[in-house]
């Protein structure tokens, strides 16, 4: 199989990883180089969330759902905790 570019979680580094890999045994192998693109994901969701008016989940397969949303606040405007403003 040819190498395609992945990205991936390194939960020994806390870091989020790009680069060439490949697929063995049900899981995803980095082959080569890989690349800290951490700041780069994280701008990258925030940015797309802005411009969605749903939330994004992610099914893990267990029964656990993550949700992403937004709240986007104002300068100087009180933070909304637990829904109220």
Not at 37 to 58: F, N, P, Q, W, Y
Not at 62 to 74: A, E, H, K, N, T
Request: hydrophobic share 35%; no cysteine.
């Amino acid at each position: 199989m040819k190498n395609k570019i992945s990205v991936g979680y390194s939960t020994l580094s806390g870091r989020i990883l790009a680069g060439y890999s490949t697929q063995e045994a049900g899981t995803t192998r980095f082959t080569g180089k890989k690349y800290d693109v951490t700041d780069e994901a994280v701008t990258a969701v925030a940015r797309k969330m802005l411009h969605r008016e749903e939330s994004i989940e992610v099914d893990f397969g267990d029964g656990r759902i993550l949700r992403f949303s937004v709240d986007i606040v104002s300068p100087g405007k009180p933070e909304l905790v637990g829904g109220a403003a």
